[in-house]
């Protein structure tokens, strides 16, 4: 049986879905996990920047050119992609997380999903 992947920080798991379909800039991640968690969660730049450093430290993103033509705001702009192995540590985290949203349904404490 392989080892247990490590749960994500809620911080790094919404980076990595903002990063799980596209390569984005810093504040564009920023407000994709605003608009996603509907204000609840707010990267501020250290934590936005500590995180990613971290990330890329782990080999879960990685920090690549920016399009031709790209500004930003101030300073050299900075992208990012989800890496495979970042892909895989998402999709475990997500895994992980649907576990407890399945035991919360069987006790009746959300609503099952609505099928069509």
């Known amino acids: 049986m392989p080892p247990a992947v ?30 996603r968690t509907e204000g609840r969660m707010h990267l501020w730049p250290g934590m936005l920047y500590g995180a990613l450093r971290k990330l890329e430290d782990g080999g879960l993103v990685t ?8 500004t930003a705001a101030g300073g050299r702009p900075r992208v990012y ?6 892909r895989r540590a998402t999709s475990a985290e997500a895994e992980r997380l649907a576990s407890f949203v399945d035991v919360a349904r069987a006790k009746r404490l959300i609503k099952r999903p609505r099928t069509t």
Request: overall charge negative; glycine content about 6%.
């Open 6 to 35: 490590p749960s994500l920080p809620p911080h790094w798991f919404q980076i990595l879905l903002a990063l799980a379909d596209q390569d984005l800039h810093g504040q564009a991640i920023t407000k994709d996990v605003f608009d």
């Open 63 to 70: 920090e690549i050119a920016a399009p031709k033509g790209f």
């Open 81 to 86: 992609r989800i890496t495979a192995l970042g």
